[in-house]
């Protein structure tokens, strides 16, 4: 076997701690028969969601196909059945953290939120009372302040740095400097007049490991602000009550789950999901008993109640914790399996999996921070590494980081994770619903956060670099099952992709004579309409031309009841106006829509239905009324169609849709494109249902180099299938054809026949070019998005094309042929 060198430099480092070399499996065997899923991809979502093993799902399959298990609400065997593998659940749950059953209860749940939310509804807020915690929280322990807010409470986040105690330097004993920020209270006088006196209750909210960076916080902070916070708070009204701690152990569970023998919080929320990838949708609230005793709930349900009678103000709760909080029917399927997920930590031991992982994470953040630029600068900036010796013992299985270009501007964590997808690698960007950590390290004020939100950015979009700054991050995590090969095949990636090195001298070669003299001459080869909107268009010899382009290209479009339009490819518009979804539809590239002209019809096939369907193009004002509509940064007026095209379209796209007919749009005020290629719509024209401008126009000869590179990389073992594209794949309006590829690029306007033409950059290409249909089905892959990056990527964009618009002339009855000749002015 050929030795592989760079496996052998992190062995020598890591080797005692990676694989799993004590375990009935180790690493190697464990990936080859446990998840052949992951051929050829690197997985890096595990703190998003970790993956189930095939003998996981296989045993929990075995066990519901030879075991009867009933309603828990009964007293028939199977019903018993179901009580005793949910108390054996509940034991290995409390195990799990080393919790006594004498101390703690398990509340499960629909998830790790839903405990957080049982916390916040159920806590005995008061005036008096405080919800203090870290800026590095989830947004779902963000939510339980408005149930403070609301219960008349102060909130406030805070910053924790771990300080040395020069007085007891040798006590073993942890202390912290709690740094608090603004304070937040609603309607104070409003709960004082009213409030009866008694004890007060405060709630502190940290996570054991942050889902941004990380960092794992000491746990001695439970033991601190139970003991100790009252002699920091003495001059504040917060040092009075009683203060109870409530652990996030969502993301840290999966490699250190908190020992609550030893720091005994109040409340811990888990997520099973999160710890062996199967099933999902359950979670649960680990509480101590007395802590139990103070949460008031106030709704009652089936399996709640020892009895209650319907027409008078009467019920009985059961006395039982779990029984008390666990509302309706528990997901008792879910519960019992997960004894076949703890079974497979048990076997390799958590000790042994938080080894493995985090060597494996040690190792890329170090190779990450080697990484320079030929001018020697730093490619990443990491996250939290700062911190962790002051505040954390140790960093989870977590890198978060960005990148830089060689000049210091910032390489979009969206062109990252768009990339990322396309070299096999699954990683995760934003803020990772952690929107304090986000703000924290990435240095963003109040200000930068709210003008963001007030240009349009929202959670999941694609505005990834703001005012010079990032929005979010990038974020690759281990998991038991990652390997060597995950991280290697991640860091190949950056560094092809992201690192400038020195340039390689070319020889030159001098151009001769002839081939100086020879003048290239373009002409157009095919012109297609694409009628509607996502769907398949039809070519023409000649077709006329008008203010918003070729006569109805894109002048219809599918929308769903709930006002989503319907496409081919997912995507999100955040507009000057609103902010719209699309619905992923890949299907609706076997409608073909054509136009007869003579006749002024819209025909329309689909292999759904049997019928085609005729439109007639002349507009009836009877159907319906004309209404405006709202997309991208345009304001159309649109009609709708008839209940039987409705129907038709329905059936065709397998859910319930309208077609939408544009009459007339009218240009509406946006932020002006700037000179990068595809990155905003041309909004000073005239302009169908159109992603960005009137038309697309793509090269031959740049398809053909393009089909060369393919065939290239296939021939130098690349494990995707052989791909041959046309210009088709593109779904372009204009092709033509001459000189050299990607002459387009080059142009400023252009001239075809009489009609001229500007040019607005180039195309940004999405994931749809990667898909194909064959006998009805719709096929993906990376091809050609893949090697088109490789090569063709500008400031986060992969462009191949160019988009244009047309100079309308003041001559009516323009018209553009298929071999007319194409004249271009260069930028």
């Given at each position: 076997m050929a030795i592989d060198p760079e496996k052998e430099e992190f062995l020598r480092e890591f080797g005692e701690d990676y694989g799993y070399p004590n375990a009935p499996k180790n690493i190697d065997e464990l990936r080859a028969t446990e998840f052949k899923r992951l051929d050829d991809v690197a997985y890096l979502d595990h703190a998003g969601a970790t993956l189930y093993s095939e003998s996981q799902m296989e045993a929990i399959f075995k066990d519901f196909n030879s075991t009867i298990y009933g309603n828990p609400h009964s007293q028939s065997d199977c019903s018993v059945t179901t009580s005793n593998i949910v108390d054996d659940a509940r034991r290995q749950?409390?195990?799990?953290?080393?919790?006594?059953?004498?101390?703690?209860?398990?509340?499960?749940?629909?998830?790790?939120?839903a405990a957080l939310k049982l916390v916040g509804e159920t806590f005995p807020w008061s005036s008096q009372s405080t919800f203090m915690y870290t800026m590095e929280n989830h947004n779902s322990v963000l939510g339980i302040r408005e149930y403070a807010l609301n219960g008349g409470a102060a909130a406030f986040s805070v910053d924790v740095e771990e300080v040395v105690d020069h007085d007891q330097p040798d006590s073993g004993k942890s202390a912290f400097k709690i740094i608090p920020h603004q304070e937040q209270r609603r309607s104070e006088h409003r709960f004082l007049k009213k409030e009866a006196t008694g004890d007060t209750y405060n709630l502190f909210a940290f996570p054991s490991e942050c889902n941004f960076s990380g960092l794992r916080f000491n746990l001695d902070l439970v033991n601190f602000m139970k003991e100790d916070l009252s002699e920091m708070f003495e001059s504040s009204t917060h040092h009075r009550g009683n203060w109870m701690v409530i652990i996030d152990a969502a993301k840290g569970s999966t490699t250190a789950p908190p020992d609550l023998s030893k720091y005994k919080a109040d409340f811990v929320v888990v997520s099973f999901y999160k710890l062996f990838g199967y099933p999902t949708g359950l979670g649960a609230l680990i509480v101590q008993n007395e802590a139990a005793k103070l949460m008031k709930k106030t709704y009652f349900s089936g399996g709640t109640v020892a009895a209650s009678i319907a027409d008078i103000d009467f019920f009985k709760r059961r006395e039982g914790v779990e029984e008390y909080f666990e509302d309706g029917t528990i997901s008792f399927l879910s519960i019992a399996s997960l004894h076949h997920g703890f079974k497979i930590l048990n076997a390799l031991t958590m000790t042994a999996i938080s080894r493995h992982a985090s060597s494996l994470a040690t190792y890329v953040r170090n190779k990450l921070l080697d990484l320079r630029h030929a001018n020697g600068h730093h490619v990443c900036t990491l996250y939290g590494l700062r911190d962790s010796e002051v505040l954390c013992n140790k960093m989870g299985p977590t890198v978060s980081f960005n990148l830089r270009r060689p000049e210091g501007s910032w390489f979009g964590y969206r062109e990252v994770e768009k990339l990322a997808s396309l070299s096999g690698v699954q990683l995760r960007t934003g803020c990772f619903c952690n929107p304090g950590a986000c703000a924290k390290y990435l240095g963003l004020s109040h200000s930068d956060l709210l003008s963001n939100v007030e240009a349009g950015h929202i959670c999941w979009d694609d505005r990834d670099i703001m005012n010079g700054k990032p929005t979010g991050a990038v974020r690759v995590s281990f998991g038991y099952m990652s390997t060597f090969g995950d991280a290697r095949k991640f860091l190949r990636f950056i560094e092809n992709g992201f690192v400038v090195l020195p340039p390689v001298a070319r020889a030159i070669h001098p151009v001769t004579e002839d081939a100086d003299k020879a003048i290239a001459r373009y002409f157009l080869k095919s012109i297609t309409i694409y009628p509607i909107k996502s769907c398949a268009g039809f070519s023409v010899e000649s077709w006329p031309l008008t203010r918003t382009g070729l006569l109805h290209d894109r002048e219809w479009l599918l929308k769903s009841l709930n006002g989503e339009i319907l496409t081919q490819k997912k995507v999100t518009v955040t507009s000057c106006i609103q902010i719209l979804g699309f619905i992923q539809v890949p299907d609706m590239c076997y409608i073909t829509a054509s136009i007869d002209l003579n006749l002024e019809i819209l025909c329309v096939e689909s292999p759904r239905c049997k019928e085609k369907l005729q439109i007639k193009l002349k507009s009836d004002p009877t159907i319906s009324e004309k209404e405006e509509m709202k997309i991208y940064s345009q304001r159309y007026e649109v009609q709708a169609s008839s209940d039987e095209v409705?129907?038709?379209?329905?059936?065709?796209?397998?859910?319930?849709?309208?077609?939408?007919?544009?009459?007339?749009?009218?240009?509406?005020?946006?932020?002006?494109?700037?000179?990068?290629?595809?990155?905003?719509r041309d909004i000073a024209t005239s302009l169908n249902f159109v992603n960005e401008a009137q038309f697309l126009l793509i090269s031959e000869e740049s398809v053909a180099d393009l089909n060369n590179r393919l065939r290239s990389k296939l021939q130098n073992g690349s494990h995707e299938p052989p791909t041959e594209v046309t210009s088709m794949r593109f779904r372009p309006n204009l092709v033509m054809s001459g000189g050299k590829p990607y002459i387009e690029d080059e142009?400023?306007?252009?001239?075809?026949?009489?009609?001229?033409?500007?040019?607005?950059?180039?195309?940004?290409?999405?994931?749809?070019?990667?898909?194909?249909?064959?006998?009805?089905?719709?096929?993906?892959?990376?091809?050609?998005?893949?090697?088109l990056a490789s090569y063709r990527r500008v400031k986060g964009k992969i462009c191949f094309g160019i988009l244009l618009r047309y100079e309308d002339s003041t001559e009516h009855g323009a018209w553009l042929h298929v071999g007319q000749e194409i004249y271009a002015n260069v930028h």
């Open positions: 749950v409390l195990n799990f953290f080393n919790a006594s059953p004498r101390e703690y209860k398990c509340i499960f749940t629909s998830g790790a939120t409705d129907n038709w379209f329905s059936k065709a796209v397998g859910r319930h849709c309208t077609l939408i007919r544009n009459t007339g749009s009218q240009s509406h005020s946006c932020p002006i494109r700037d000179k990068s290629p595809g990155i905003c142009w400023r306007n252009l001239k075809i026949g009489d009609n001229y033409f500007s040019s607005l950059g180039g195309c940004n290409r999405c994931q749809m070019i990667n898909m194909t249909s064959s006998s009805g089905e719709v096929h993906r892959s990376n091809e050609p998005l893949a090697t």
